[in-house]
């Protein structure tokens, strides 16, 4: 029987989270220009805005996705069984796992010998995993595990000593500039053993327009996403954003591929942050929000190539805008 935590540990472990968020905004907005840690969108709201940004028709990136996953699952199932041994599925960023379903759903057809791990940031996510797949694949062995993903990926070796399979699905690769992408995969790389495989979800470069109208739905859906990091300050942080004084801005670099997303302060002004820290705003200053790079198919093999990889395998979505890239640990 496994230990339960007592009250006190629960709240010292809620305080530490607390606390490392309100240590990254300071950081953050202490630095020039000012930024904010995208990780930080995902409370329960951002949960659902990100779900309503999935079904908003600018929004491409998921359809691409899902077709692959949902008309390519046994070829993808296939290339991962590998020699058929027992292995575990590790999903970084597992939101709702609505693409994995799909492969979850065939590797159990197939018999396989898995069990599915999730990983996730957000605490409301992997419970409402642990839940309900449950339910909705019978059958099916996981584990849900909250928290950063390499601290999570070292509790999932300490698990199993089983072969790795690591889903990064959602271009969450394209979150950071290129060569902090090749870091994390070789920091990725770094917690797999030779024989066990990635599978990379990456958006690819394609006509600029498409690109920008993702970021800018005309229902406002990332609007509301990007400000409601600022909502969350002010609930866990006791901070004093007016956010109806912030607009959201994203831009598009055809020739770099990256994708960025601002807030931009409407007026002058200043934010207090838990009565200690106050940050002055001057009319037109922006925010750092996040970045979405896109890539070329050249430039995937590279980055798995620089990581520690070698590219095994490669599945677009038919319109070739998406591409989920198969990698096994050199």
Known sequence: MGSTLTQTELNDSLKTKIDLFYDDVIAGLRSTPKRLNSKYFYDANGDKLFQELMNSPEYYPTNCELEIFSEKTAEIANAIIADGDAFDLIELGAGDAMKSTYLLKYLLSKNADFTYLPIDISENVISYLNITLPVTLPGLQITGLNGEYFHMLTKAASISSRRKVVLFLGSNIGNMPINDAIEFCRELRKHLSQGDMALIGMDLKKDPKVVLAAYNDKAGITKKFNLNLLTRINRELNANFDITKFDHYPTYDPETGACKSYLISTVDQ???????????????????????????????????????????GQFFDSKKWFIDAIWVAA
């Open 270 to 312: 200043q934010v207090t942050i838990n009565g200690k820290e106050t940050f002055t705003f001057l009319k037109d200053e922006y925010i750092y929000m996040e970045i979405s790079q896109k890539f070329t198919v050249t430039q995937t093999d590279q980055i798995a190539t620089n990581a520690g990889f070698t590219p095994v």
